[in-house]
T-cell receptor, first 112, second 113 residues
Framework: GQQVMQIPQYQHVQEGEDFTTYCNSS?????IQWYKQRPGGHPVFLIQ?????EVKKQKRLTFQFGEAKKNSSLHITATQTTDVGTYFCAGPRRAGANNLFFGTGTRLTVIP | EADIYQTPRYLVIGTGKKITLECSQTMGHDKMYWYQQDPGMELHLIHYSYGVNSTEKGDLSSESTVSRIRTEHFPLTLESARPSHTSQYLC????????????FGSGTRLTVV
């Protein structure tokens, strides 16, 4: 079945350091979405990538969709304590489907 | 303000009880979803709906049912709660192909004793 793996599972960084999480799908994805979940909270939508090789930026966050549309990455520059949380990637469960299959998540801890 | 609401926020219930978790959204979204999430883990799709009177099973749909009689309301029912059902249940809605992603509710943290 479909698998969406994220690495690393956990990441501890000093405040100000950069952080990257990688998302790898066993199947080609029509699009990929990223979500952030704060401790004790619910996932919040960050962005959707659709095109092969697409790169999008949101302030200190940079999202990239791989050329083969099977992998993606999220890079945070100069982390802040407000970046703490778990970052999930998600892709359609089947081609053309609107329901999502979520990745395993990367839990980010930022040490002040 | 357009939003998605889940009740109750927390629930402790005995084994064998029937429970219904409520989810309502005011955004007029056709598509709604239920996910189960254990602490710190990934989300697993339980059920989804693409509109009124349309429901489909996800990956963890056994032992639960849903209904979609009104666009804004998508309740989840566990017929007989078991300790293995202890988890967080997240409801979400979306417009589908508009690239806006899911909007999640605050979740229901269920404990079955």
């Amino acid at each position: 079945g479909q698998q969406v793996m994220q690495i690393p599972q956990y990441q501890h960084v000093q405040e100000g350091e950069d952080f990257t999480t990688y998302c790898n799908s066993s199947t080609t994805l029509s699009n990929i979405q990223w979500y952030k979940q704060r401790p004790g909270g619910h996932p919040v939508f960050l962005i959707q990538l659709v095109k092969s090789g697409e790169v999008k930026k949101q302030k200190r966050l940079t999202f990239q969709f791989g050329e083969a549309k099977k992998n993606s990455s999220l890079h945070i520059t100069a982390t802040q304590t407000t970046d703490v949380g778990t970052y999930f990637c998600a892709g359609p469960r089947r081609a053309g489907a609107n329901n999502l299959f979520f990745g395993t998540g990367t839990r980010l801890t930022v040490i002040p | 303000e357009a939003d998605i609401y889940q009740t109750p926020r927390y629930l402790v219930i005995g084994t064998g009880k029937k429970i219904t978790l409520e989810c309502s959204q005011t955004m007029g979204h056709d598509k709604m979803y239920w996910y189960q999430q254990d602490p710190g883990m990934e989300l697993h799709l339980i059920h989804y709906s693409y509109g009124v009177n349309s429901t489909e099973k996800g990956d963890l749909s056994s032992e639960s049912t849903v209904s979609r009689i009104r666009t804004e309301h998508f309740p989840l029912t566990l017929e007989s709660a078991r300790p293995s059902h202890t988890s967080q249940y997240l409801c979400a809605s979306s417009e589908g192909d508009r690239g806006q992603g899911y909007t999640f509710g605050s979740g229901t943290r269920l404990t079955v004793v």
